[in-house]
DNA sequence: GCGTAACCCTACGCACGAGTAGGTATGCTC
DNA sequence: GAGCATACCTACTCGTGCGTAGGGTTACGC
């Protein structure tokens, strides 16, 4: 057995940090394509030019790895999201801006992210990542809503402020989903869809009033 | 072996039709609990009070019973909102109750409905039956939305107003994940909190202006 | 140039659970 | 009360795929 011409160009003793990088590509290719259950761990090894017994000593069982690749993936996201929103603009900006740079991440990351997060939803191991996830990201929103109803002087009870988030985040990511389901669609134009709906609201809509990106 | 106390009182051979509907009721129950892939055939036979083959013979592989309890349950589901919704009402009314019937079956049926439905999402097979309830729902609110745009003389495209409704649906099953998670919050009080951010928006909300169900 | 540690492999064990073979009992019809 | 269909069971087979045992090889320090 000497026979070894695999298709990577790049082919032996790499150093970890790198391994476990090439290991989590392809575990989000395969998880993504397959979904966690009918995803192998050898294909996931094989598809990262490594065997198997590496992918366990690197990043431990099927479920770890899944974590692992929820946890990067998520990073990933919430690190795109950070810069965008400064708390010294206004409310719509911020939404806006939160939106535009959600949205960007999704398209650029299709199969990467969106059918990752698709996965974790369900089966209890991963509801705790997942549920950290959405949880900062409703936290994000509420904070904005907190922020902008201070400032004029209005207030309201905690629970109705953490549902409205969640309705908004909830809203969001299902236009994740259909934004990853359909490859010829927009990025930039499913965030401004996402903008009208959730800052102005069927009502202002159906009156046929429409908000637009300012400049 | 004879002993054969079962704790179900009613005992042996029972008709067809009423024991499917026990596997079936079992059968969401388990795959509530455990996630599709956890539950084994075992233990909703079991919890049907009856033995493996016997399901196989009524509802066949697991993945069509998977496939028939999300069908009965979304049946049931629909039936439910299907009268809540009169076309000649206006249409917030026309929102208004088919939000309150939604969240109101969704609040009777936590376990049943919800979990079932966050399962769908992500494995391929039932990618399908899923897609297909969601885009009933999506047709309705969107044939709701047009509705009410032609009454007032408006128009707008088929994908904006698609997009709008999708987003609409997917913030109410947003919080209908919410409301089965949380046991002690009210469906009602939910149904008005949905309802606030879909037809006011965030821009009016932020304003102080509420909706309030009429009557 | 030699030890040692990191990298990497080819196998296998083993549990788990879907699906089935083949047979038994009970009610229903005539 | 014979015949037949339907309800029902116990006890298997068998594939699949996670996780591992045990061993080889390349780099790197000294």
């Known amino acids: 057995m000497l026979a070894r011409v695999s298709s990577t160009p790049t082919f032996k003793r790499l150093p970890r940090a790198v391994r476990e990088q090439q290991m ?3 575990a ?11 995803a192998s761990m ?13 992918v366990y000593a690197y990043l431990g069982t099927k479920e770890e790895l899944f974590v692992a690749c929820l ?5 990933r996201m919430m690190e795109a999201i950070a810069g965008a929103a400064a708390p010294e603009l206004p409310a719509d900006e911020r939404l806006w801006r939160g939106l535009r740079a959600f949205f960007g991440f999704v398209g650029a990351h299709r199969d990467g992210w969106a059918v990752l997060y698709r996965q974790a939803r369900g089966s209890q191991p991963f509801a705790a990542e997942l549920a950290a996830m ?11 809503l907190d922020h902008a109803l201070r400032a004029s002087g209005r207030e309201v009870g905690a629970t109705d402020l953490e549902v409205v988030s969640y309705a908004l985040v909830g809203a969001t990511e299902s236009l ?3 934004l990853a389901d359909h490859p010829e669609a927009d990025a930039e134009k ?23 990106p300012g400049v």
């Not at 800052?199 to 637009?212: F, K, M, P």
């Open 176 to 178: 994740a989903d259909w």
């Open 71 to 75: 946890h990067r993936e998520g990073t």
């Open 28 to 38: 989000v290719k395969v998880f993504s394509r397959r979904g966690f259950h009918a």
């Open 190 to 212: 499913t965030a401004t869809r996402m903008m009208n709906v959730a800052w102005l609201g069927a009502d202002q809509l159906l009156r046929g009033v429409t908000w637009r």
């Open 134 to 144: 959405r949880g900062r990201l409703v936290e994000v929103v509420a904070g904005m």
């Open 24 to 26: 989590l590509d392809a």
């Open 42 to 54: 050898d294909e996931i090894a094989d598809d990262a030019g490594i065997s198997k017994p590496m």
